[in-house]
């Protein structure tokens, strides 16, 4: 596609349920990113995938947070048991960047926005 | 741990004004990149401005442009002739840190008022 993609653009769950949110990035592009924006904050790292290699997942917050990258392109962010605090917009990012370099930029989809009531 | 800190959580300025967004990192790397994003409220994520660490000239996208002090850790951008377009959240960032990822500031929300 065009640009970065990502669905569904908003998401009402209940306490305790498990959501997946996915993200389609840029065909080609081999680094993709997780980050999530609690309202009034900045982004926050989540995992970073690049190529075959094993993610980064540094910033996943709780056990209850995975992500899996399958193929190399479609990615799924999963929570499991949501809580309330989880409400935020969780927006995907993909770059051509290659490993051990810096200089890309980082093309973002427009997030999902996940409300746990 | 790398941070980036944009210590100006509003600012409003008027159509036409010059207005500077203030933007200091933390970073043990030699080598990286600092970045603006603009994200206006339909959430998407806009790069406005690139700067490598190794160039000393501050980099310049017509209306857009740093300040880069590199020994101050200081990056600013700076918008001229600002526009109701502009109106949006600007978030810094910084690579080179240790997720291996960007590293975002907590934003700045800009309005341009007519």
């Known amino acids: 596609g065009a640009g970065v993609s990502q669905s569904p653009s908003n998401k009402v769950t209940e306490k305790g349920k498990d959501v997946e949110l996915r993200c389609d990035p840029i065909?080609?592009?081999?680094?993709l990113y997780w980050y999530r924006q609690s309202l009034g904050q900045g982004l926050e790292f989540l995992i970073y995938f690049q190529g075959n290699s094993a993610p980064d997942k540094s910033g996943l917050p709780s056990d209850r947070f995975s992500a899996e990258r399958t193929g190399g392109s479609v990615s799924t962010l999963t929570i499991q048991r949501t809580q309330q605090e989880d409400s935020a917009v969780y927006l995907c990012?993909?770059?051509?960047?290659?490993?051990?370099?810096?200089?890309?930029?980082?093309?973002f989809g427009q997030g999902t926005r996940l409300t746990v009531v | 741990a790398q941070t980036v800190t944009q210590s100006q959580p509003e600012m409003s300025v008027q159509e036409a004004e010059t207005v500077t967004l203030s933007c200091t990192y933390d970073?043990?790397?030699?080598?990286?990149?600092l970045f603006w994003y603009k994200q206006p409220p339909s959430r998407q994520m806009i790069l406005v401005i690139r700067q490598e660490a190794y160039k000393q000239q501050n980099a310049t996208e017509n209306r857009f442009s740093v300040n880069f002090q590199k020994a101050a850790k200081s990056f600013s951008l700076k918008i001229s002739d600002s526009q109701l377009g502009d109106t949006a959240m600007y978030f810094c960032a910084s690579t080179g840190g240790g997720a291996d990822g960007l590293t975002f500031g907590k934003g700045t929300h800009l309005i341009i008022q007519p």
């Open positions: 990012a993909s770059s051509s960047r290659l490993t051990g370099t810096l200089n890309t930029e980082a093309f």
């Open positions: 065909s080609g592009h081999t680094a």
């Open positions: 970073t043990s790397e030699n080598n990286y990149y």
